[in-house]
């Protein structure tokens, strides 16, 4: 018989949370500029295509500009998993306590009435 336990790991990147969006802090004690860091890799290895295509540029464009609050917000918002995430960027159907000012802020960034640069 084997008295040995399977070791805890922490999950890497954002699994901290619930799947139900009520996380806490994902700071996990780094200062705002590693946070911004990990951010700015997950954004764009989300593990679907799609949603890279949706955080990736959104992040790339505005992520220096939040402040530490709205970094918390987007890391919150970035734990929930893709399929979900997807879901309601691509329909609106929005549940109302994952539309928050974050998660507005992406939709409008990939809002446009017209093509960009033309």
């Known amino acids: 018989m084997n008295n040995f336990s399977e070791p805890n790991f922490p999950q890497a990147g954002f699994s901290e949370g619930g799947a139900n969006g009520e996380t806490g802090d994902l700071s996990n004690g780094l200062t705002l500029d590693a946070r911004r860091r990990r951010i ?3 954004a764009w290895h989300r593990g679907t295509r799609e949603m890279d295509m949706v955080l990736g540029p959104y992040v790339d464009a505005e992520l220096d500009a ?3 609050e709205t970094v918390g917000e987007l ?3 970035m734990a929930l998993p893709d399929r979900d995430l997807f879901t309601w ?3 609106g159907d929005v549940p109302p306590e994952q539309d928050t000012p974050i998660f507005r802020r992406i939709k409008a960034f990939h809002t446009h009435t017209s093509p960009k640069d033309l």
């Open 89 to 91: 960027f691509s329909t």
């Open 66 to 68: 939040l402040d530490a």
């Open 40 to 42: 700015r890799f997950r």
């Open 75 to 77: 890391e919150r918002l």
